[in-house]
């Protein structure tokens, strides 16, 4: 039995625990502070009735609080698990949505959604379509590069693979800057801009509400494919032989990823980095086993998206966009990740 296996359990245990221990800090930090004591009373009296609660605590909890860390939370774990399933996917572990063009396709979606003056509803199912654009473009190259490789006339797979989502995620940035021009600068242009930032101060319950279905839909599908996703670390002859429909598999794991960072985008705007650093860090912990990668993934990823916004509305009287504190740290983590990565393929132990 391999190491990653035995400490399975300890490192959810851990992770549990310190998902927790964040949460329990995010709700007590802010412009108004809130005990530990005040929010167990408010919560119980929310659950049994028998306390009169405190009616700005309540608040300030229930109404303002409590949804935006759980919109963080719910966030960061989807786009962790849409990360690590790309990178199964594409067997590479440097690859996430945004680098594969999949957000810009979902906020060129959205933003669209925004000008036109669309319900929430409506705006993630453009977010949808447009980041299922993208993956089709780019698993659409992916197919082009293998037949012209066999005649020796492409660039490596995987290569060919970044640079596609490297140029789409250009071309689908352009077409959200063309509709940020074409945007009325009184109340569509500020309301688009303030979106792509990426924050969760306007989110509130409607749109957790809209936003779990799409994830809970995303990760079960992910869920219930864990041990045949473990087969797309395999080359395509391999995978056949043991009697997998290697195409339709492809189709389901894009769909659920896909799904997972529309919904991600349309509550929160594009943040990015997440769904390339915390599943390559997890892999590093237990391997690329999916059964492993993916609930430890979206512990982390959730526990990861609350730290950052919780800093980002705590440092600075103006609070800051957590999408700007995730690149801080993601980028320097993806170029060392560039300068010592030496195994490019995910395989499994």
């Given at each position: 039995?391999?190491?990653?296996?035995?400490?399975?359990?300890?490192?959810?245990?851990?992770a549990?625990?310190?998902?927790?221990?964040t949460?329990?800090?995010?709700?007590?930090?802010?412009?108004?502070?809130?005990?530990l004591?005040?929010?167990?009373?408010?919560?119980?009296?929310?659950?049994?009735?028998?306390?009169?609660?405190?009616?700005?605590?309540a608040?300030?909890?229930?109404e303002?609080?409590?949804?935006?860390?759980?919109?963080?939370?719910?966030v960061?774990?989807a786009?962790?698990?849409?990360?690590a399933?790309y990178?199964?996917?594409?067997?590479?572990?440097?690859v996430?949505?945004d680098?594969?063009?999949?957000?810009?396709?979902a906020?060129?979606?959205?933003?669209?959604?925004?000008?036109?003056?669309?319900?929430l509803?409506?705006?993630?199912?453009?977010?949808?379509?447009?980041?299922?654009?993208?993956?089709?473009?780019i698993?659409?190259?992916?197919?082009?590069?293998?037949?012209?490789?066999?005649?020796?006339?492409?660039y490596?797979?995987t290569?060919?693979?970044?640079?596609?989502?490297?140029?789409l995620?250009?071309?689908?940035?352009?077409?959200?800057?063309l509709v940020?021009?074409?945007?009325?600068?009184?109340?569509?242009?500020?309301?688009?801009t303030?979106?792509?930032?990426?924050?969760?101060?306007?989110?509130?319950?409607?749109?957790?509400?809209f936003?779990?279905?799409p994830?809970?839909?995303?990760?079960?599908?992910?869920?219930?494919?864990?041990?045949?996703?473990?087969?797309?670390?395999?080359?395509?002859?391999?995978?056949?032989?043991?009697?997998?429909?290697?195409?339709?598999?492809?189709?389901?794991v894009?769909?659920?990823?896909t799904?997972?960072?529309?919904?991600?985008?349309?509550?929160?705007g594009?943040?990015?980095?997440?769904?390339?650093?915390?599943?390559?860090?997890?892999?590093?912990?237990?391997?690329?086993?999916?059964?492993?990668?993916?609930?430890l993934?979206?512990?982390?990823?959730?526990?990861?998206?609350?730290?950052m916004?919780?800093?980002a509305r705590?440092?600075?009287a103006?609070?800051?966009?957590?999408?700007?504190?995730?690149?801080?740290?993601g980028?320097?983590?993806?170029?060392?990740?560039?300068?010592?990565?030496?195994?490019?393929?995910?395989?499994?132990?």
């Amino acid at each position: 039995m391999s190491s990653a296996v035995i400490q399975k359990p300890a490192l959810l245990l851990i992770a549990c625990i310190v998902a927790l221990f964040t949460v329990a800090i995010a709700l007590t930090v802010g412009r108004y502070p809130l005990s530990l004591g005040a929010i167990g009373q408010a919560l119980w009296s929310a659950v049994s009735g028998q306390l009169q609660p405190d009616l700005t605590t309540a608040t300030v909890l229930f109404e303002l609080r409590a949804p935006r860390v759980v919109a963080a939370f719910t966030v960061g774990a989807a786009l962790a698990a849409a990360g690590a399933a790309y990178q199964n996917l594409f067997r590479n572990p440097l690859v996430s949505p945004d680098i594969l063009g999949v957000s810009a396709g979902a906020s060129l979606g959205a933003v669209l959604a925004i000008l036109l003056g669309w319900p929430l509803a409506a705006l993630q199912g453009a977010a949808f379509v447009g980041g299922l654009a993208a993956v089709a473009a780019i698993v659409g190259v992916g197919q082009l590069v293998n037949k012209r490789k066999a005649l020796g006339l492409a660039y490596d797979h995987t290569l060919a693979l970044v640079l596609a989502g490297v140029v789409l995620g250009a071309l689908f940035s352009a077409g959200v800057t063309l509709v940020k021009s074409l945007a009325d600068p009184d109340n569509k242009l500020p309301a688009i801009t303030y979106w792509l930032l990426g924050s969760f101060s306007a989110v509130g319950i409607t749109e957790i509400k809209f936003a779990l279905l799409p994830v809970a839909a995303g990760i079960a599908t992910l869920w219930l494919l864990r041990w045949r996703i473990n087969l797309l670390s395999l080359y395509d002859d391999d995978a056949k032989a043991l009697g997998v429909n290697i195409g339709a598999l492809r189709l389901w794991v894009i769909a659920a990823a896909t799904l997972l960072t529309a919904a991600s985008v349309a509550i929160s705007g594009a943040i990015g980095w997440i769904g390339l650093v915390v599943p390559h860090a997890v892999r590093l912990l237990v391997g690329s086993e999916f059964s492993r990668l993916l609930p430890l993934a979206m512990l982390l990823g959730g526990t990861f998206m609350v730290a950052m916004d919780t800093i980002a509305r705590s440092v600075a009287a103006n609070e800051i966009a957590p999408g700007i504190l995730t690149a801080l740290i993601g980028a320097p983590v993806f170029i060392w990740l560039l300068a010592s990565s030496n195994q490019r393929v995910v395989r499994h132990p």
